[in-house]
């Protein structure tokens, strides 16, 4: 059974630019979660995947897009990087019914 | 509106001793309430967690106790060691559909010194 895994480990952008992250989700796991972790802070939750579509989001602006696709792994897309979006961005497998997750070691993304 | 709220932002703690972590939350619909535990380079990793129907799990050293009237819930480090020094957060999450989309507070970062 293999974990949660998340490419690439670091990235440096600069403002204006466009980035993509992506995750393979736990064995057998449906669902994909995404977090934005800033310095400091716990993690934020991003939006949520199941079956290809989003399922529900949180306090991200629309430039904060994602996909799933049918093998359940998962890429986030940000658009006009800012520099605030400078953090640890976490995703998370889990079932759809499962409250219990499992993170990936995380991308660390820098804009400068 | 921070909906969990994580307290003490840092801690210190002799080993052996017992490390005390707090957390309060708002939104009376979640059910779910995990424990993560961080260390540098990694994700958070599921430690502990409970849901309201139970006023406290038990778990090798890692305690929770839940208080649903007070909307409040601790961990409790036993023995405490070198080795369990990390960043902790605690969670929070609806059942259903919204399961997985967890509200986490702003961590607790733990130093067990030898």
């Known amino acids: 059974e293999t974990g949660v895994t998340q490419s690439p480990t670091h990235l440096i952008k600069t403002r204006g630019q466009q980035v993509t992250l992506r995750c393979s989700s736990q064995s057998g796991h449906n669902t994909v979660s995404w977090y934005q972790q800033a310095l400091g802070q716990g993690p934020q939750f991003i939006f949520q995947y199941y079956r290809e579509e989003e399922n529900g989001r949180g306090n991200f602006p629309p430039r904060f897009s994602g996909l799933q696709f049918p093998n359940y792994s998962s890429e986030l897309n940000v658009n006009a990087l800012e520099l605030d979006d400078s953090a640890l961005y976490l995703c998370a497998s889990s079932l759809h019914d499962g409250r219990e997750q499992f993170f990936g070691p995380g991308t660390r993304l820098t804009v400068l | 509106q921070q909906q969990v709220k994580q307290s003490p932002q840092s801690l210190i703690v002799q080993k052996g001793g017992i490390s005390i972590i707090n957390c309060a939350y708002e939104?009376?619909?979640?059910?779910?309430f995990p424990w993560y535990q961080q260390f540098p380079g990694k994700g958070p990793a599921l430690l502990i967690a409970i849901r309201p129907d139970v006023s406290e799990k038990k778990e090798g050293r890692f305690t929770i106790s839940f208080n649903k009237s007070a909307k409040q819930f601790s961990l409790h480090i036993m023995d405490s060691q070198p080795g369990d020094s990390a960043t902790y957060f605690c969670a929070a999450s609806k059942h259903g559909t919204n399961a997985g989309k967890s509200t986490f507070g702003d961590g607790t970062t733990l130093t067990v010194k030898p």
């Open positions: 939104n009376t619909a979640f059910d779910y």
